[in-house]
């Protein structure tokens, strides 16, 4: 399990508040068997509505293409626990959020599939995406060891859960090796629990 | 200091803490459905590791089943590729699974509760948001990734932070024409879609308290609606009297051990919360929503509300709503037309949700109107049985409304039941958000069963209390 401690590159925003996991990866996209294939369909059926009113949504603006920070604002991922929502982001290329909040089953979501998700303030995320939709090439550091976000020259405070940051850095963020270390434990807290022996 | 259920379950579940600071939490009931086991297993597989606790996981499926023509293969062969992948997976790995014609297939989270696994003082887990729904017998019940099901089935445990806990108090009686959709849309609509972000919810209080076991299902199944990963109301006598005799039920000296760990469970009376948030049931007016988002509820006699009454932070995701909805603030809820009917769903697809349906068009005594494709989808076959020997698929047949077979259905139309291009659906299941119902431009109006069934015979959004007195 690798080390996550810097992700640095272009990054895209994507605005707004309750951003749900429907429209993340529609209901549609969820017929399938494996997670291959995705990426292209990240943020579908808002792409499509842009394009009839006229816009590009940034999905499909060629200045945001290959992006790896994706940058967002409330209550990110809300809705279905589909892990289809945050495989597609990864699949399209993004590696780190930085946002305001995210839903808890998204976050956890994206902490098993090791793409760190930061918090910034609400002003904090506006303005990062406002520099970027002013200069796409700018670069966006996300620093999960100094807790922050460098961009332009300019420095923003960024937090995780420690939990999560520390699994990160030290690489331990696939939980299930973890668990598995402690089955014995899991046999004997079985054992305790009054329920299983029911008939 | 007293403890809260939640608090009493986690701890008595905790294996121990991991590095990362979070516990090593025992899920003492597993279920899986078709949509996000199939990558589980495959990573297990990879992995060649085993399922620890065959017994301990239970599937069955639901959400791409058609509702329809059921004979295998199914026509749409992606479906078709899914219900085998699960069937593999499940005889490969020991894992009991209900197929459609077992007599017990159907929305996971009916059909747990309704087969007596779902049990107070558990810690449940499923690959799907709605989980929350087992919250209604006193237990843990949260939703999870796929990778957190692969960890489940590899060790029958998550690795899992404390949440806080609010306790949501809701006392007084229920006015007619109101019910417990109307009480959940209501907290929603009040606490916000991301209020919950960080805690459970302990609904308490004597609306609750006299609410039947389905009811509460409705309201605990809806607290990931708030932000809230579960939601739990402390079991008691109709909680116990509801899992009586029902086939994984304790049974003989084994009940009454079950009895006394139960009722141990329940949060102390001088338990401490995090957060108290109290309310009146004689406040709460049959709710619809208007918007995109659960939380965009209104009483049914009022209008769409204005953007001024929102914080600045949200303004501009209600000029979305608006203009997504096509709706402008000041537009009266009741009367707005509908073009489909769907009373079904996790949330709402249960015999007493029928039961309230068809006592509408009973009273109504009209047929849908004719502009309304009206469908009616019950949760699981144990409910079709039961609804059919109470005549009630007469009673909507009767009436123009289609009678299927069990499953998601249309709640987000991974089957063929969608909605198609930006027609308006009023809708007992429990997400408006945008394209919800498998059309990118489709439009969903969140109300309870009573409600649906008189908007599909009107033809509009109507008050229910004018016909339930």
């Known amino acids: ?199 | 200091m007293g403890k809260t259920l939640y608090h009493k379950v986690f701890d008595s579940h905790t294996v121990r803490q991991l590095p990362s600071g979070q516990a090593q939490l025992f899920i003492g009931l597993h279920l899986i459905h078709e949509v996000t086991s199939p990558q589980a297993f495959a990573m297990l597989r990879d992995r060649k590791t085993s399922v620890l606790f065959p017994e301990r996981t239970m599937a069955t499926v639901d959400h791409i089943v058609p509702t329809e023509d059921q004979s295998r293969p199914y026509q749409d062969s992606m479906a078709e590729e899914m219900l085998k992948a699960i069937e593999k997976n499940t005889t490969d790995n020991g894992i009991k699974l209900y197929s459609p014609g077992s007599g017990k297939q159907g929305v996971v989270h009916i059909v747990a509760p309704e087969l007596g696994l779902t049990l107070p003082g558990m810690t449940v887990a499923c690959g799907d948001s709605h989980t929350a729904t087992h919250g209604a017998f006193g237990a843990i019940a949260f939703g999870i990734g796929t990778s957190q099901v692969r960890d489940v089935l590899a060790t029958q445990t998550l690795a899992m932070s404390r949440l806080k806990v609010r306790r949501i108090e809701v006392n007084g009686t229920l006015k007619a024409g109101v019910f417990a959709k109307d009480v959940i849309l209501h907290v929603l609509r009040v606490l916000t879609a991301k209020g919950g972000v960080g805690y459970a919810y302990e609904f308490a209080g004597s609306t609750f308290d006299a609410m039947s076991m389905e009811e509460r299902m409705t309201v605990c199944n809806m607290a990931i609606e708030g932000g809230a990963r579960c939601g739990y109301i402390n079991p008691d006598e109709t909680t116990f009297e509801y899992i009586k005799g029902r086939e994984f039920a304790p049974k003989g000296a084994d009940w009454e051990k079950a009895l006394e760990y139960w009722k141990s469970v329940a949060s102390d009376s001088d338990a401490v919360f995090d957060d108290v948030v109290k309310f009146d049931a004689a406040e709460i007016a049959p709710t619809v929503t208007w918007g995109i988002s659960p939380d965009h509820g209104a009483g049914v006699t009022e209008s769409v509300p204005g953007v001024e009454t929102f914080p600045e932070a949200e303004r501009a995701n209600i000029e979305e709503a608006y203009a997504y909805m096509d709706v402008k603030a000041g537009t009266p809820i009741a009367g707005t037309k509908i073009d489909v009917a769907f009373i079904g769903s996790c949330t709402n697809g249960r015999i007493s949700d029928f039961r309230e349906a068809a006592k509408v068009v009973k009273l109504h005594g009209g047929k849908v109107a004719a502009h309304v494709k009206a469908i009616v989808v019950p949760g699981s076959e144990q409910v079709k049985v039961a609804a059919e020997a109470e005549g009630l698929d007469k009673v909507f047949t009767d009436a123009g409304f289609e009678w299927r077979q069990a499953g998601c259905s249309m709640c987000l139309a991974m089957n063929p039941d969608k909605l198609v291009g930006r027609q308006v659906s009023a809708s007992s299941s429990n997400r408006n958000f945008k394209g919800r119902q498998g059309s990118s431009t489709g439009r969903t109006l969140l109300m309870s069963p009573a409600m649906v069934a008189l908007a599909a015979l009107e033809g509009k959004v109507s008050d229910v209390r004018t016909v339930l007195k």
Not at chain 1, 12 to 29: E, K, L, S
Not at chain 1, 39 to 52: I, K, N, P, S, V
Not at chain 1, 105 to 126: K, L, Q, R, W
Request: proline content about 5%.
């Open chain 1, 1 to 199: 399990m690798s080390k996550i401690q810097t992700i640095s590159g272009r990054a895209i925003p994507v605005r707004g508040g309750d951003i749900d996991t429907d429209r993340i990866i529609p209901a549609r996209f969820l017929r399938c068997v494996t997670f291959e294939g995705l990426g292209e369909h990240a943020f579908e059926d808002d792409r499509l509505q842009d394009t009839r009113n006229g816009l590009v949504h940034p999905f499909d603006q060629e200045r945001f293409q290959g992006a790896k920070v994706l940058v967002v604002n409330q209550n990110f991922g809300c809705g279905s626990s589909r892990e289809h929502a945050p495989q597609a982001i990864y699949r399209w290329g993004v590696q780190a959020i930085v946002g305001v909040s995210y839903s808890e089953i998204f976050y956890g979501n994206t902490v098993a599939i090791g793409m760190p998700c930061v918090h910034v303030s609400p002003e904090d995320s506006v303005e990062l995406q406002t520099l970027i939709e002013t200069d796409p090439s700018v670069e966006v550091t996300v620093d999960l060891e100094k807790s922050e976000v460098r961009a332009a020259g300019k420095t923003f405070k960024a937090t995780l859960p420690a939990g999560a940051r520390g699994q990160f850095l030290e690489g331990t963020w696939d939980a299930m090796a973890e668990l598995v270390s402690g089955i014995e434990s899991v046999k004997q807290t079985a054992a305790a629990l009054p329920y299983l022996a029911w008939k």
